[in-house]
């Protein structure tokens, strides 16, 4: 007896319900396995080799920093970015379009 599974997914307000055959579930499961060692293999390969992720705090420093603005009762923190980055960030609203895409392209390239 072939085993089936019912997925039931919201679409905006309305919820679709659908039953498919176990055995098209457990090949549906392998693809996306597949699909997120595609990804993390990109991601070795070429997103850590940018500028952009070169200089990145470590995770313990951003929760410490996090953890000690909650104990201070502070509602907005910027942890893990230079002073150079906050300055940046507070300038953005008035720098051209094309200027932040030309740095973000420089950034994003792979060495």
């Known amino acids: 007896m072939e085993k089936y599974i019912r997925k039931v997914t919201r679409v905006g307000k309305r919820i679709l319900s659908v039953v498919i055959p176990a055995d098209i579930v457990k090949e549906l ?30 995770a313990r ?16 923190v910027i942890a893990g970015v230079t002073t150079a980055q906050k300055l940046t960030m507070w300038l953005l609203p008035f720098l051209p379009k094309k200027l932040l895409l030309k740095q973000v392209r420089q950034m994003q390239e792979v060495e």
């Open 29 to 58: 499961s392998i693809r996306e396995r597949q699909k997120l060692e595609t990804r993390r293999a990109f991601l070795r390969r070429y997103v850590d080799k940018t500028v952009l992720f070169k200089n990145t705090a470590s």
């Open 61 to 76: 420093s951003v929760a410490e920093a996090g953890y000690n603005a909650m104990l201070a009762g502070k509602l907005d």
